[in-house]
């Protein structure tokens, strides 16, 4: 791994110059940006290097709930992964973009606009597949050209990205009160279970089980749904009817006012014991 000595050289000033950093609270106003929320303690977190196209060597880290450096963008290797380990549930991961080019210096933030010392939301996240999103940064104080490729880098785990300006500036407890997944019964189950799930507003719902490899199982539900309490069975079969194998399987509900807008993602597990 290139540029592993200067990073470790720097994280300790990058860490005082961090420190000294006070957030700007999230406006209700806010329609930009998104937060990444811990849905289970039990599971890592993991953060790698995908690209780089900046003309600055900007520096890629952690803020909190700890403060890392974790790569120099134009020196880390494609597929470099640093392992943060466990979270709480419900902390809130913030990632850091250092630009030390003169002119252009900055030092800007995952989630709302309000972080960011111009105002401008600087980091873009997609998902890209199963528990897997993409980070895309934009290094220009002021927010440059906006392509947001100056750094692309990918997160794993059993994380909730909520948009701040659709769920509110706490995504987690936003997204609790607009709709909530709750845990599967009987846990574990033999012949059949029920995963029940609330919504206070309309959403678009799809509602899946996986297994713990990412690979899709069935789909239990997939279309608009008016608030209320609803309730979905699982009796341990595939899309084609077959009786799948004992173990850990993931049920997830992917919630949006409408097919094509952002909204809220939750997961749980449960356990296939016959």
């Not at 290094?139 to 948009?163: F, H, M, N, T």
């Amino acid at each position: 791994m290139k540029g592993v000595v200067r990073i470790l050289r720097t994280t300790v000033r990058i860490g005082m110059f961090l420190s000294f950093i006070v957030f700007a609270s999230a406006s209700a106003q806010s329609q930009e940006g998104e937060i990444i929320i811990v849905l289970s303690d039990t599971s890592d977190v993991t953060v790698s290097h995908v690209d780089a196209n900046a003309v600055s060597n900007n520096i890629f880290g952690l803020f909190s709930p700890r403060t890392e450096t974790l790569w120099f963008c134009l020196d880390a290797d494609s597929g470099f992964t640093v392992n943060l380990g466990r979270f709480p549930i419900g902390t809130e991961v913030i990632f850091f973009l250092h630009n030390p080019r003169p002119g252009y210096e900055g030092t800007f933030f995952t989630g709302p606009a309000e972080r960011n010392p111009d105002g401008v939301v600087h980091a873009i996240i997609t998902e890209v597949g199963f528990q897997t999103w993409q980070i895309e940064w934009e290094d220009w104080l002021g927010g440059g050209d906006r392509s947001y490729d100056d750094c692309v880098c990918e997160i794993k785990g059993d994380l909730l990205i909520s948009p701040v300006g659709v769920e509110g500036k706490n995504g987690y407890k936003q997204a609790v009160n607009t709709g909530q997944l709750l845990l599967n019964q009987p846990n574990p189950f033999s012949q059949m279970t029920e995963i029940r799930y609330q919504l206070t507003n309309p959403h678009h719902v799809v509602l899946r089980i996986y297994d713990m490899s990412g690979r899709q199982i069935i789909t239990l539900g997939d279309g608009m749904y008016k608030p209320g309490d609803y309730i979905a069975r699982w009796d341990g079969r595939d899309e084609k009817g077959e009786e799948v194998s004992n173990g850990v399987y993931l049920y997830r509900m992917d919630a949006r006012r409408s097919p094509d807008t952002d909204g809220f993602i939750m997961t749980n597990k449960l356990i296939l014991l016959r």
